[in-house]
């Protein structure tokens, strides 16, 4: 990890407020009401007259992350990034693993290699004064330090309200978990001990990716050979830039994003009717984050530069609805399944689109092993898309769904959990069970919990009894009336808080306030799918040759 | 909330879980004190994520509430829905299909540029148009050409090209195919925008990534291709599987097409056939030939004049039909046209390997091949059914397996000669056949179902397929009951035989030498000898090196030799009766001897008295008739000559024996003896003026004559002398064999042993020599009784005598 201070040195010292530096910010809650959340500058730009900021506002999602003008910043405040006493451990991994003494030549080889490749770095950091517009991609790319951080420190004054999921496979960065609950206010010394990257979330790498890292780490070739000096702007001592893993389309592994994939990049999104604000960076071709407005056809999705162009390509584009086949229609709601592979501009564009609003979402490989469910709503105009999800051809890990997304202008109307519910409906048809891909960003696990909740509470409520006896059913039971894994069952009976130790054995409990709160729930559901209006058949994509 | 007091354990979610209503259950909250936790499971969230502010307020939110407050939810950044000019910018006629909308493939093709007109370029067209005709459309295609132009180029520049080399007016005039002045207007205006555009490309496209790698970690570059390190092999593996399925696609394909052209023929020429018809139909009924009076004549005229039309192709296709379904057994031809041609595909790889000879050309089409299809269409096809029945009950059959008849294309087949067949070799000389003694009918046993066959004949069939006739005898009962596994039936075990015989001779010889040979042994052996039969085999391929060649060769041997008595089958016909074979004994007594020769003179009698009745009755086999009668005569004689025999052999054979054990390798050094034995032997049958044929001949007809001096007796000739030609030498008079390969010291010893033998023998060769001239004195064949004896005791006699020759030569 570096830090900037060096950078600090360099920029002109009336700049008082740079990249890293903490402070309150100014901003409006879903009441209307001013908060001042601690934020991190990411970024400074100035345009004429004045300067902007953007900042990431902590513990709170990225996709609240803004432009924002001085006068929203609490100055009084403001906390330098602090330079690191100990240089930090690459990725904060040694952290959870006991070290050989092996690694720790390594490591200190590598703090070689990151020292003496510092100075020349500083030179090409731009400044806080670039212009984000003259910004080059190269000297954006170097200006990115894509190392990933310990977690920023957890000030989230309600960390302590959830149980904590300390589980083994999550461990690796329990100890900078644990710390900082201990030292939530006692911001300098804490933060000194667990240094953050800018509004960097550490990254939760999974076992292997570990792994992979460390042996990258120890790869004496890794920072000489394959790093041209100043070209690349990976860390240089993660080496070889590897590429992620090919399954799946989220990443968990974020060794590869860097400051610019953590800044939105287009300011608005015009599709049909609707103007989107988009909430993450997506890679759109990068002379067209420069405009105000980004216009796509609605139907086709194609990105056009103007209005004028969108007006052109509208005459010779004649789709009407996404350009697959037509699985399920009831009412005005329509699922259309795309391949991936045969349709790849279209898959491309929805998958461009659908990075703006989901986090995790890799776009670093082709669309070939997906299939992509569009839900569209029917009027005159043609299959508007209210929302998608992919999923692989082929899953080793039972995921039935890589990405799903609802739409904004659609959102918090059902449609999210129709989606969900149509995922399950396919795996039901595929006689199999499934879950989504992970990582689940808040909204996915808010859906999920309440699509599986009101799922398996239908089912519980509905039990009969047989016989006179307590009505019972085992978790597999569940899962397989329901399709829902049955991990994703019992955390969910764990989450609903219904299962009890009683009498020596474990027994499913229904409060009153449950049972309440789910049929109003399900009053309000009233968007449903009816699988007999589902026309799928699951192919063996296995005996395809390539998908 | 931590009140566990037990240690976590995973749910069983095969265990059924009751469930309660909270108010059933009043004391729950007693039971909750000691709670067994149930581990957590995660969220599947990321875990900073996890923590953020809005996520963990809304959870907590919708726990108290049991539902989400609209002020809990977590905020997104906003969204508008209200574009004023979205009614005016989509058409609104779009009128929902009845039917769920199915895409058909490549209809999403369209031929539209990439390229839209922006503003800039509407105004640059505006002013073009005052001067020339271009529409909107026309220009963007122009765009969209010489901007995917300069993708071309760019691609083919290699990877280093970073900055994209544009397309030059030259270029330009060939992708464009308007007049000049256009093309010059719209090629500076697009040269003037592209260089004025920093992105390189006039169409936005997301940025692919750079072949060198290094766009591994930029953020804009999507949608790599998932082509991996490891994975290369399997692509490549794939390529070649593809690639091959795509070959195996255009000869299907080819070959549809050339069956359906055939079909087109074979329906034209029906036409034909139909018109024709039709047109002798309208003839006759002008002409009144309600009779067919007419026809008849007309038709028993045209028989007469040879045709001078060819067959039709319908009457042609049947008769090739009739042979395709008399022959070819593997084909079931029923069922629609289309298996079957499959069929025909799939046979012909097959024979190929078996059929390696005479291809008369690659790319002759066979006509016959043709006329195969040439099938009238099945639905009015009166054969296919009739024949396919018959198909179907000898592929059931399957009589020839492997060796089953097939089509080849290149062959021409001759249809069956309708005059007199003869000159086989096997067949009778009334027939105008030679009668040959190789063919004679013989005990015959089959090695796959495991039994014998009775008499049966060999001869040639079609191909080279060996056939084997089977008489009909009284005694048909007693030889199919013969148990092949009976010790009296030694021939049986093949590759025991031989070994079996030499160990006999090697461990008698010691008795024999110094006491009086055991007669019951010997005449076990005679017995033993008289079950000689015949084994049908498949010829293995002639290969000298082969080892198990060699051990496979030595045992065809021992089947190849015939009883004694059947020497007259060859001419007798099918009824010939042979005396029943003397029950197995496997432990001779003096009072089974007796018995014994007491069968023996009867048999000689019968014998005699069917010598006779052929002699009446079959007039030209004149001079085999006394070699037979002697023969028959001769049976008592021929078990004390060889017994006599078997002394003199048995010494010899111990002494070779002797000489072989310590050979190179067992096998191959036992089977040089045998060689030589046999060699010998055949020598010996040439040598005497009779050649009676004392073997049948192997079954691979194609038996080489390697053995010059064997002059009369080609016929005679065994296989061993046959097959490993190479290795094989003829030393001085004396055929003498040695052996292939691994031989120079071989062969030397074998020399030796040929000088040393000689010697040892001569002396033995008295008592040896003295049957011998009775033998040829009674001018008849040494086929006697004890065949296999004879066999493996002559030999060396024969050798001895060779030898003595070869030495009074040199």
């Given at each position: 990890?570096?830090?900037?201070?060096?950078?600090?040195?360099?920029?002109?010292?009336?700049?008082?407020?740079?990249?890293?530096?903490?402070?309150?910010?100014?901003?409006?809650?879903?009441?209307?009401?001013?908060?001042?959340?601690?934020?991190?500058?990411?970024?400074?730009?100035?345009?004429?007259?004045?300067?902007?900021?953007?900042?990431?506002?902590?513990?709170?999602?990225?996709?609240?992350?803004?432009?924002?003008?001085?006068?929203?910043?609490?100055?009084?405040?403001?906390?330098?990034?602090?330079?690191?006493?100990?240089?930090?451990?690459?990725?904060?991994?040694?952290?959870?693993?006991?070290?050989?003494?092996?690694?720790?030549?390594?490591?200190?080889?590598?703090?070689?290699?990151?020292?003496?490749?510092?100075?020349?770095?500083?030179?090409?950091?731009?400044?806080?004064?670039?212009?984000?517009?003259?910004?080059?991609?190269?000297?954006?790319?170097?200006?990115?330090?894509?190392?990933?951080?310990?977690?920023?420190?957890?000030?989230?004054?309600?960390?302590?309200?959830?149980?904590?999921?300390?589980?083994?496979?999550?461990?690796?960065?329990?100890?900078?978990?644990?710390?900082?609950?201990?030292?939530?206010?006692?911001?300098?010394?804490?933060?000194?001990?667990?240094?953050?990257?800018?509004?960097?979330?550490?990254?939760?790498?999974?076992?292997?990716?570990?792994?992979?890292?460390?042996?990258?780490?120890?790869?004496?070739?890794?920072?000489?050979?394959?790093?041209?000096?100043?070209?690349?702007?990976?860390?240089?001592?993660?080496?070889?830039?590897?590429?992620?893993?090919?399954?799946?389309?989220?990443?968990?592994?974020?060794?590869?994003?860097?400051?610019?994939?953590?800044?939105?990049?287009?300011?608005?999104?015009?599709?049909?009717?609707?103007?989107?604000?988009?909430?993450?960076?997506?890679?759109?071709?990068?002379?067209?984050?420069?405009?105000?407005?980004?216009?796509?056809?609605?139907?086709?999705?194609?990105?056009?530069?103007?209005?004028?162009?969108?007006?052109?390509?509208?005459?010779?584009?004649?789709?009407?609805?996404?350009?697959?086949?037509?699985?399920?229609?009831?009412?005005?709601?329509?699922?259309?399944?795309?391949?991936?592979?045969?349709?790849?501009?279209?898959?491309?564009?929805?998958?461009?689109?659908?990075?703006?609003?989901?986090?995790?979402?890799?776009?670093?490989?082709?669309?070939?092993?997906?299939?992509?469910?569009?839900?569209?709503?029917?009027?005159?105009?043609?299959?508007?898309?209210?929302?998608?999800?992919?999923?692989?051809?082929?899953?080793?890990?039972?995921?039935?769904?890589?990405?799903?997304?609802?739409?904004?202008?659609?959102?918090?109307?059902?449609?999210?959990?129709?989606?969900?519910?149509?995922?399950?409906?396919?795996?039901?048809?595929?006689?199999?069970?499934?879950?989504?891909?992970?990582?689940?960003?808040?909204?996915?696990?808010?859906?999920?919990?309440?699509?599986?909740?009101?799922?398996?509470?239908?089912?519980?409520?509905?039990?009969?009894?047989?016989?006179?006896?307590?009505?019972?059913?085992?978790?597999?039971?569940?899962?397989?009336?329901?399709?829902?894994?049955?991990?994703?069952?019992?955390?969910?009976?764990?989450?609903?808080?219904?299962?009890?130790?009683?009498?020596?054995?474990?027994?499913?409990?229904?409060?009153?306030?449950?049972?309440?709160?789910?049929?109003?729930?399900?009053?309000?559901?009233?968007?449903?799918?009816?699988?007999?209006?589902?026309?799928?058949?699951?192919?063996?994509?296995?005996?395809?040759?390539?998908? | 909330?931590?009140?566990?007091?037990?240690?976590?354990?995973?749910?069983?979610?095969?265990?059924?879980?009751?469930?309660?209503?909270?108010?059933?259950?009043?004391?729950?909250?007693?039971?909750?004190?000691?709670?067994?936790?149930?581990?957590?499971?995660?969220?599947?969230?990321?875990?900073?994520?996890?923590?953020?502010?809005?996520?963990?307020?809304?959870?907590?939110?919708?726990?108290?509430?049991?539902?989400?407050?609209?002020?809990?939810?977590?905020?997104?950044?906003?969204?508008?829905?209200?574009?004023?000019?979205?009614?005016?910018?989509?058409?609104?006629?779009?009128?929902?299909?009845?039917?769920?909308?199915?895409?058909?493939?490549?209809?999403?093709?369209?031929?539209?540029?990439?390229?839209?007109?922006?503003?800039?370029?509407?105004?640059?067209?505006?002013?073009?148009?005052?001067?020339?005709?271009?529409?909107?459309?026309?220009?963007?295609?122009?765009?969209?050409?010489?901007?995917?132009?300069?993708?071309?180029?760019?691609?083919?520049?290699?990877?280093?090209?970073?900055?994209?080399?544009?397309?030059?007016?030259?270029?330009?005039?060939?992708?464009?195919?308007?007049?000049?002045?256009?093309?010059?207007?719209?090629?500076?205006?697009?040269?003037?925008?592209?260089?004025?555009?920093?992105?390189?490309?006039?169409?936005?496209?997301?940025?692919?990534?750079?072949?060198?790698?290094?766009?591994?970690?930029?953020?804009?570059?999507?949608?790599?291709?998932?082509?991996?390190?490891?994975?290369?092999?399997?692509?490549?593996?794939?390529?070649?599987?593809?690639?091959?399925?795509?070959?195996?696609?255009?000869?299907?394909?080819?070959?549809?097409?050339?069956?359906?052209?055939?079909?087109?023929?074979?329906?034209?020429?029906?036409?034909?056939?139909?018109?024709?018809?039709?047109?002798?139909?309208?003839?006759?009924?002008?002409?009144?030939?309600?009779?067919?009076?007419?026809?008849?004549?007309?038709?028993?005229?045209?028989?007469?004049?040879?045709?001078?039309?060819?067959?039709?192709?319908?009457?042609?296709?049947?008769?090739?039909?009739?042979?395709?379904?008399?022959?070819?057994?593997?084909?079931?031809?029923?069922?629609?046209?289309?298996?079957?041609?499959?069929?025909?595909?799939?046979?012909?790889?097959?024979?190929?390997?078996?059929?390696?000879?005479?291809?008369?050309?690659?790319?002759?089409?066979?006509?016959?091949?043709?006329?195969?299809?040439?099938?009238?269409?099945?639905?009015?096809?009166?054969?296919?059914?009739?024949?396919?029945?018959?198909?179907?009950?000898?592929?059931?059959?399957?009589?020839?397996?492997?060796?089953?008849?097939?089509?080849?294309?290149?062959?021409?087949?001759?249809?069956?000669?309708?005059?007199l067949v003869g000159g086989w070799p096997w067949s009778d000389p009334a027939e105008g056949g030679v009668a040959d003694v190789r063919y004679r009918y013989s005990l015959t046993?089959?090695?796959?179902?495991?039994?014998?066959?009775?008499l049966a004949r060999r001869r040639v069939?079609?191909?080279?397929?060996?056939?084997?006739d089977r008489a009909h005898s009284e005694w048909?009962?007693?030889?199919?009951?013969?148990?092949?596994?009976?010790?009296?039936?030694?021939?049986?075990?093949?590759?025991?035989?031989?070994?079996?015989?030499?160990?006999?001779?090697?461990?008698?010889?010691?008795?024999?030498?110094?006491?009086?040979?055991?007669?019951?042994?010997?005449?076990?052996?005679?017995?033993?000898?008289r079950?000689r039969?015949f084994?049908?085999?498949?010829?293995?391929?002639?290969?000298?090196?082969?080892?198990?060649?060699?051990?496979?060769?030595?045992?065809?041997?021992?089947?190849l030799i015939r009883p004694i008595s059947t020497l007259q089958k060859q001419r007798g016909p099918a009824s010939y009766t042979r005396p029943?074979?003397?029950?197995?004994?496997?432990?001779?007594?003096?009072?089974?001897?007796?018995?014994?020769?007491?069968?023996l003179t009867l048999m000689q009698k019968q014998q005699l008295e069917q010598v006779q009745l052929q002699q009446q009755a079959g007039s030209t086999a004149v001079t085999n008739n006394p070699q037979s009668l002697v023969s028959k005569t001769i049976d008592v004689a021929s078990a004390?000559f060889?017994?006599?025999?078997?002394?003199?052999?048995?010494?010899?054979?111990?002494?070779?024996?002797?000489?072989?054990?310590?050979?190179?390798?067992?096998?191959?050094?036992?089977?040089?003896?045998?060689?030589?034995?046999?060699?010998?032997s055949s020598a010996v049958s040439s040598i005497l003026p009779t050649a009676s044929p004392t073997f049948t001949s192997?079954?691979?007809p194609?038996v080489?004559t390697?053995?010059?001096?064997n002059g009369t007796s080609s016929a005679n000739h065994h296989?061993?002398?046959?097959?490993?030609?190479?290795?094989?030498?003829?030393?001085?008079?004396?055929?003498?064999?040695?052996?292939?390969?691994?031989?120079?010291?071989?062969?030397?010893?074998?020399?030796?042993?040929?000088?040393?033998?000689?010697?040892?023998?001569?002396?033995?060769?008295?008592?040896?020599?003295?049957p011998i001239p009775k033998v040829t004195t009674g001018s008849t064949t040494l086929d006697m009784g004890p065949r296999?004896?004879h066999d493996?005791?002559k030999?060396?006699?024969n050798?001895?005598?060779?030898?003595?020759?070869?030495?009074?030569?040199?």
């Amino acid at each position: 990890m570096r830090w900037r201070c060096s950078v600090t040195k360099m920029a002109d010292s009336s700049v008082e407020i740079i990249e890293g530096c903490r402070l309150p910010v100014l901003r409006k809650n879903q009441e209307n009401e001013d908060e001042w959340p601690l934020a991190e500058i990411l970024s400074v730009k100035d345009i004429p007259g004045r300067k902007l900021y953007y900042v990431h506002y902590i513990d709170f999602n990225k996709r609240l992350d803004e432009w924002v003008t001085p006068d929203r910043l609490d100055l009084k405040k403001l906390q330098f990034p602090k330079k690191e006493a100990k240089t930090p451990t690459k990725n904060g991994l040694p952290g959870s693993r006991p070290s050989s003494p092996e690694r720790d030549v390594r490591k200190s080889l590598d703090l070689n290699v990151q020292s003496a490749s510092a100075p020349s770095r500083g030179k090409t950091l731009p400044t806080p004064k670039r212009k984000a517009e003259s910004v080059s991609l190269a000297t954006q790319v170097t200006a990115a330090t894509p190392v990933p951080s310990l977690p920023s420190s957890a000030e989230a004054s309600q960390a302590s309200v959830y149980p904590a999921m300390r589980d083994t496979s999550f461990s690796i960065k329990s100890r900078e978990e644990h710390e900082p609950l201990a030292s939530l206010t006692t911001n300098g010394t804490a933060r000194r001990l667990i240094p953050s990257q800018p509004g960097r979330k550490r990254k939760n790498c999974g076992g292997t990716d570990e792994m992979v890292k460390v042996f990258q780490n120890n790869n004496p070739r890794c920072s000489t050979v394959y790093l041209p000096p100043g070209e690349d702007s990976q860390d240089s001592s993660d080496g070889i830039p590897s590429a992620p893993r090919m399954t799946g389309s989220l990443v968990s592994d974020r060794s590869h994003d860097d400051i610019v994939t953590r800044m939105k990049n287009i300011d608005c999104i015009e599709l049909g009717r609707h103007r989107l604000k988009p909430w993450y960076f997506s890679p759109y071709p990068q002379e067209l984050t420069t405009l105000p407005i980004l216009y796509l056809c609605e139907f086709c999705l194609k990105y056009l530069k103007s209005l004028k162009c969108l007006q052109r390509h509208l005459t010779k584009c004649n789709l009407r609805h996404p350009p697959g086949n037509e699985i399920y229609r009831k009412g005005t709601i329509s699922f259309f399944e795309i391949d991936g592979r045969k349709n790849k501009t279209y898959s491309q564009n929805l998958c461009l689109l659908a990075k703006c609003f989901l986090d995790h979402k890799t776009l670093y490989y082709d669309t070939d092993p997906f299939l992509f469910y569009v839900m569209t709503e029917y009027d005159s105009k043609g299959f508007h898309i209210v929302g998608y999800f992919s999923k692989e051809k082929e899953s080793t890990e039972d995921y039935n769904v890589a990405c799903i997304l609802t739409l904004p202008p659609y959102q918090r109307r059902g449609y999210g959990k129709l989606l969900i519910e149509f995922s399950y409906e396919l795996s039901k048809v595929e006689g199999k069970t499934g879950t989504p891909e992970k990582p689940l960003s808040d909204l996915g696990l808010l859906s999920y919990r309440s699509y599986w909740s009101q799922t398996i509470l239908e089912i519980l409520m509905n039990l009969k009894s047989e016989n006179g006896e307590r009505p019972q059913i085992t978790i597999n039971e569940i899962s397989e009336i329901t399709s829902v894994k049955k991990e994703d069952v019992i955390s969910t009976l764990q989450y609903l808080n219904l299962i009890n130790y009683y009498k020596g054995q474990y027994i499913l409990t229904l409060s009153e306030d449950i049972v309440e709160g789910h049929e109003r729930a399900m009053q309000k559901r009233h968007l449903r799918i009816d699988p007999k209006c589902l026309h799928f058949t699951p192919k063996d994509w296995s005996k395809r040759g390539k998908w | 909330m931590s009140k566990l007091s037990f240690r976590a354990r995973a749910l069983d979610a095969s265990k059924p879980l009751p469930v309660f209503r909270c108010e059933d259950l009043p004391d729950l909250h007693e039971y909750a004190s000691i709670n067994r936790a149930v581990p957590q499971m995660p969220t599947g969230m990321e875990k900073e994520e996890e923590s953020e502010h809005h996520l963990q307020r809304a959870i907590s939110a919708q726990q108290v509430y049991g539902e989400k407050r609209d002020n809990m939810v977590i905020p997104v950044p906003e969204a508008e829905s209200n574009i004023a000019y979205y009614e005016s910018l989509y058409p609104g006629d779009f009128r929902m299909p009845k039917q769920l909308i199915h895409i058909q493939p490549f209809s999403l093709d369209t031929e539209q540029p990439d390229y839209d007109l922006d503003s800039e370029d509407e105004a640059f067209v505006n002013k073009l148009k005052k001067k020339m005709d271009v529409g909107a459309l026309q220009f963007e295609e122009m765009i969209d050409r010489l901007e995917k132009g300069s993708g071309q180029q760019m691609l083919l520049s290699k990877v280093t090209c970073i900055t994209l080399k544009p397309v030059s007016l030259q270029e330009a005039k060939l992708l464009l195919k308007e007049d000049d002045e256009l093309i010059k207007e719209v090629f500076d205006y697009w040269s003037r925008k592209r260089k004025a555009c920093q992105s390189g490309s006039l169409i936005p496209v997301v940025k692919q990534e750079k072949r060198d790698g290094s766009s591994t970690s930029d953020p804009y570059v999507a949608f790599r291709r998932r082509t991996e390190k490891m994975q290369t092999r399997k692509n490549r593996k794939n390529d070649e599987a593809s690639y091959e399925k795509m070959l195996k696609l255009r000869r299907d394909l080819s070959r549809a097409v050339t069956i359906l052209e055939m079909i087109k023929r074979r329906e034209k020429s029906k036409r034909e056939l139909l018109h024709l018809t039709l047109e002798i139909v309208e003839k006759r009924n002008s002409m009144a030939d309600f009779g067919g009076e007419v026809m008849a004549e007309v038709l028993a005229q045209r028989a007469l004049e040879k045709p001078v039309i060819p067959l039709i192709p319908i009457t042609n296709s049947n008769q090739y039909r009739h042979t395709e379904h008399d022959r070819d057994y593997k084909i079931k031809m029923d069922k629609p046209e289309v298996v079957r041609q499959k069929r025909k595909y799939e046979k012909k790889a097959k024979p190929l390997p078996l059929a390696g000879s005479v291809h008369s050309g690659p790319a002759v089409f066979n006509t016959k091949d043709l006329n195969q299809y040439d099938f009238p269409s099945s639905d009015d096809e009166p054969f296919s059914q009739m024949f396919s029945g018959s198909s179907e009950v000898e592929e059931e059959n399957d009589p020839d397996g492997v060796f089953g008849f097939r089509r080849r294309t290149g062959c021409q087949y001759q249809a069956v000669r309708s005059g007199l067949v003869g000159g086989w070799p096997w067949s009778d000389p009334a027939e105008g056949g030679v009668a040959d003694v190789r063919y004679r009918y013989s005990l015959t046993m089959l090695t796959v179902p495991r039994r014998c066959l009775g008499l049966a004949r060999r001869r040639v069939g079609r191909g080279g397929r060996v056939l084997l006739d089977r008489a009909h005898s009284e005694w048909d009962n007693v030889y199919h009951g013969l148990d092949p596994d009976s010790p009296a039936f030694p021939s049986l075990s093949p590759t025991q035989q031989p070994s079996m015989d030499t160990s006999h001779t090697s461990t008698d010889t010691s008795a024999h030498s110094s006491t009086s040979p055991d007669l019951t042994q010997i005449l076990l052996n005679i017995k033993a000898c008289r079950w000689r039969h015949f084994k049908p085999r498949t010829a293995p391929p002639d290969d000298p090196d082969n080892p198990e060649h060699w051990s496979t060769r030595r045992p065809r041997r021992g089947f190849l030799i015939r009883p004694i008595s059947t020497l007259q089958k060859q001419r007798g016909p099918a009824s010939y009766t042979r005396p029943p074979a003397p029950p197995p004994a496997p432990a001779f007594t003096t009072e089974q001897y007796q018995q014994h020769q007491e069968q023996l003179t009867l048999m000689q009698k019968q014998q005699l008295e069917q010598v006779q009745l052929q002699q009446q009755a079959g007039s030209t086999a004149v001079t085999n008739n006394p070699q037979s009668l002697v023969s028959k005569t001769i049976d008592v004689a021929s078990a004390q000559f060889a017994a006599s025999a078997l002394l003199t052999s048995d010494q010899l054979m111990a002494l070779k024996s002797k000489e072989e054990g310590v050979g190179v390798n067992g096998v191959v050094s036992a089977s040089g003896v045998y060689k030589g034995l046999h060699h010998t032997s055949s020598a010996v049958s040439s040598i005497l003026p009779t050649a009676s044929p004392t073997f049948t001949s192997s079954p691979s007809p194609a038996v080489a004559t390697t053995t010059t001096n064997n002059g009369t007796s080609s016929a005679n000739h065994h296989v061993s002398t046959a097959g490993p030609a190479p290795g094989q030498a003829l030393v001085g008079g004396a055929v003498r064999v040695s052996v292939p390969s691994p031989a120079g010291t071989l062969s030397v010893r074998q020399l030796q042993r040929q000088l040393t033998v000689p010697t040892s023998a001569l002396k033995l060769a008295a008592n040896a020599n003295r049957p011998i001239p009775k033998v040829t004195t009674g001018s008849t064949t040494l086929d006697m009784g004890p065949r296999e004896n004879h066999d493996q005791e002559k030999p060396p006699l024969n050798s001895l005598t060779d030898n003595t020759v070869a030495m009074e030569v040199t």
